[in-house]
Antibody, heavy 122, light 110 residues
Framework: QPQLQESGPGLVKPSETLSLTCTVS??????????WGWIRQPPGKGLEWVGT???????YYNPSLKSRVTISVDTPKNLFSMKLSSVTAADTAIYYC??????????????WGQGTLVTVSS | QSVLTQSPSASGTPGQRVTISCSGR????????VYWYQQLPGTAPKLLIY???QRPSGVPDRFSGSKSGTSASLAISGLRSEDEADYHC???????????FGGGTKLTVL
């Protein structure tokens, strides 16, 4: 079964760009059987889907974040990344990377990383 | 404000049966499968129910899901202390072209 691990800065200044990476082990990100996604959770609140990517580079984004988010994939390194621009305090959250159960974006997330807390503050 | 509506809290005593509800719209719950995630304190969510009422391997049959129209429910029977967690409902929304979630229900085992 795959293991996912998020990495990146824990503190980002307002108006700057938040960058996170998810490294996948125990499985190939190049498999045509799965999609890979990002989900975030503000402290004490519910979950919010950020976006999803296929190994080919095809992406699906939450319309509410689409103008600020870019997700990319690095198949040789078996990882995918997320960038969120022009961040504000409202972007403070635990960010999770996860695998979709199949190669459709409407399939649920069956494997998750442990999550990483990103705080937006000057 | 979450697209799907859940009560913020629920509680029960060991051995009891509790139900957690989730309300949405035609574009999400009405037209698509409902999923439930269990989030134990300080951990990542875990897929608990998929396809409205299917349990992944390893999930006890004490957990069951159902859907009717634009609402869904998660039932937990024979409540145990280790069931104390946040429970999130989720569905794909055709209108938004996005995953939508409930705000989560915090289950306390008294």
């Amino acid at each position: 079964q795959p293991q996912l691990q998020e990495s990146g800065p824990g503190l980002v200044k307002p108006s700057e760009t938040l960058s996170l990476t998810c490294t996948v082990s125990g499985g190939s990100i190049s498999s045509s059987s799965y999609l890979w996604g990002w989900i975030r959770q503000p402290p004490g609140k519910g979950l919010e889907w950020v976006g999803t990517i296929f190994y080919s580079g095809a992406t699906y984004y939450n319309p509410s974040l689409k103008s600020r988010v870019t997700i990319s994939v690095d198949t040789p390194k078996n990882l995918f990344s997320m960038k969120l621009s022009s961040v504000t305090a409202a972007d403070t959250a635990i960010y999770y990377c996860a695998r979709h159960k199949s190669n459709s974006p409407s399939e649920p997330f069956d494997y998750w990383g442990q999550g990483t807390l990103v705080t937006v503050s000057s | 404000q979450s697209v799907l509506t859940q009560s913020p809290s629920a509680s029960g005593t060991p051995g009891q049966r509790v139900t957690i509800s989730c309300s949405g719209r035609t574009s999400n719950i009405g037209n698509n499968y409902v999923y439930w995630y269990q989030q134990l304190p300080g951990t990542a969510p875990k897929l608990l129910i998929y396809g409205n009422n299917q349990r992944p391997s390893g999930v006890p049959d004490r957990f069951s899901g159902s859907k009717s129209g634009t609402s869904a429910s998660l039932a937990i029977s024979g409540l145990r202390s280790e069931d104390e967690a946040d429970y999130h409902c989720a569905a794909w929304d055709d209108g938004l072209g996005a995953w939508v979630f409930g705000g989560g229900t915090k289950l306390t085992v008294l």
